[in-house]
């Protein structure tokens, strides 16, 4: 009897073999589109990144016609909306910031509702995806600085807006890090699939503690 003769070996489907309903693909291989809490995330902080631009523009709009209106979120000399968006850090590029926001939170609208459908996006999709939430928290945390320290007000729509980029920030950061799009060591990577709550809970804290000891006296006055 030949070799050829002999009956072939068909791979058994266990949780090890290719194409088994248990299998665990190779990093980098998932879907992270069909990751329905992810894109939940992504809808729920572009849309209320999109509600804090949208209401500041009308706000600032408002402002142009009438130099004496006052927002309805200027609220007392600390939570005073009406300075903010005087300020010439209001408009850095020579237009009213929020109208960064109106395009960037859309953006990230859409990505959200994309993931939520099914859309698959590559990696150096969720890489550029990264940077830009890392321009936009690196630009939030100028704008944080300049409002506290030079502005010396807030603004509640900028804080809502603050808040939801730093949640998508740190929120995509992980998620490119657990897909292996990103390439970390191991210890950051297995914090970041095990706690990836934690560094935007530490973040926003940060911006918490900064803000009540900024205005320590004023809070309990």
């Known amino acids: 009897m030949s070799t050829t003769d002999l009956p072939r070996r068909v791979p058994r489907q266990g949780a090890g073999a290719p194409g088994a309903a248990g299998a665990t693909p190779p990093e980098g291989t998932h879907r992270p589109e069909g990751d329905r809490w992810f894109g939940l995330l992504l809808v729920l902080t572009g849309a209320a990144g999109l509600v804090a631009a949208w209401v500041i523009t009308l706000d600032k709009l408002k402002l142009l016609q009438d130099p ?12 005073a909306c009406g300075s903010i968006m ?3 850090q209001a408009s850095v590029f020579g237009f009213p910031n929020p109208l960064i926001g109106l395009v960037a939170y859309a953006v990230v609208t859409g990505a959200g509702v994309g993931v939520l459908a099914g859309a698959r996006f590559p990696r150096w999709y969720w890489l550029t995806f990264n940077a830009g939430a890392g321009l936009g928290v690196a630009f939030c945390t100028w704008l944080q600085f300049q409002s506290l320290y030079r502005v010396n007000a807030l603004c509640l729509w900028c804080c809502l807006a603050w808040t939801a980029t730093t949640l998508l920030f740190w929120y995509v950061t992980s998620h490119t890090v657990r897909r292996g799009f990103l390439p970390v060591p191991r210890g950051p990577r297995v914090f970041l699939h095990e706690f990836p709550w934690a560094a935007p809970v530490l973040h926003l804290g940060t911006i918490g503690m900064l803000v009540l000891t900024r205005w320590w006296d004023f809070w309990t006055s």
């Not at 004496?68 to 939570?79: F, M, R």
């Open 68 to 79: 004496h209106y006052t927002p309805g979120c200027s609220l007392n000399p600390v939570v």
């Open 86 to 88: 005087k300020s010439a």
